[in-house]
């Protein structure tokens, strides 16, 4: 079974600032999915990025960008010029690609907070 | 855009009563999904669905059953409701297959529904 994990239970940046959120995961597949999901206070979880395991190359959607090390099995999210907007629950998950499914793994949430 | 609806946003309900989430979406998905969502815990999977009656357990599915009689809609039951169950549940859906595009395995979630059981 896979267990991710998200050592920050809460953050807080500066607006305009860098920040980074931390995810580390465990499995023995070597084919998998690695997603962060936001989820704004009192609205919907949405995607914010995803990172297929067999590409090499970092995932990233304009200001948000991750960290992805294959071998030490992390995956973490940089959100850079941080907005108002970023104030958050994210939670990071892992899915195994399957024939019926393909469920997510999500790890217990990193609260951030953007401060003006 | 793809749209997920839950029946109720919040709802309060009794100990020992039956209560029932429905979820619905427009994006004819064939996986469905319901977690529930509990801080520090993050979302953890109840039960999902990959076609129509068809349904799998998911990591804590005691005191839960689902049904799925139609495509778009998923419904979870709490036979017997117990206080142990207050809770955020979220429903979710999917494509069936995961696949090199973002489309093909992203998982679309609905509102939420904060459940209180008394």
């Known amino acids: 079974a896979q267990t991710v994990t998200q050592s920050q239970p809460e953050m807080s940046v500066q607006e305009a600032e860098t920040v980074t959120l931390s995810c580390t995961y465990d499995t023995s597949e070597s084919n998998y999915y690695l997603f962060w999901y936001k989820q704004p206070p009192s609205r919907q979880m949405i995607l914010v990025i995803r990172?297929?395991?067999?590409?090499?190359q970092n995932a990233t959607e304009n200001r948000f960008s991750v960290n992805f090390q294959k071998a030490a099995k992390s995956f973490s999210l940089k959100i850079s010029d941080s907005q108002l907007g970023d104030t958050a629950m994210y939670f990071c998950a892992f899915m195994k690609p399957v024939l019926v499914g393909n469920m997510l793994t999500f790890g217990g949430g990193t609260r951030l907070m953007v401060k003006p | 855009d793809v749209k997920v609806t839950q029946s109720s946003r919040y709802l309060v309900k009794r100990t020992g009563e039956k209560v029932f989430l429905e979820c619905v979406q427009d994006m004819d998905h064939e996986n469905m999904f319901w977690y529930r969502q509990d801080p520090g815990l993050g979302l953890r999977l109840i039960y999902f669905s990959y076609d129509v009656k068809m349904k799998e357990k998911g990591d804590i599915p005691e005191g839960y059953s689902v049904s799925r009689e139609k495509k778009e809609r998923f419904s979870l039951i709490l036979e017997s409701a117990s206080t142990n169950q207050t809770s955020m549940y979220l429903c979710?859906?999917?494509?069936?297959?995961?696949?090199?595009?973002?489309?093909?395995?992203?998982?679309?979630f609905g509102p939420g529904t904060r459940l209180t059981v008394l």
């Open positions: 979710a859906s999917s494509l069936r297959e995961a696949g090199p595009s973002s489309s093909t395995d992203t998982q679309y």
């Open positions: 990172q297929e395991a067999y590409k090499q």
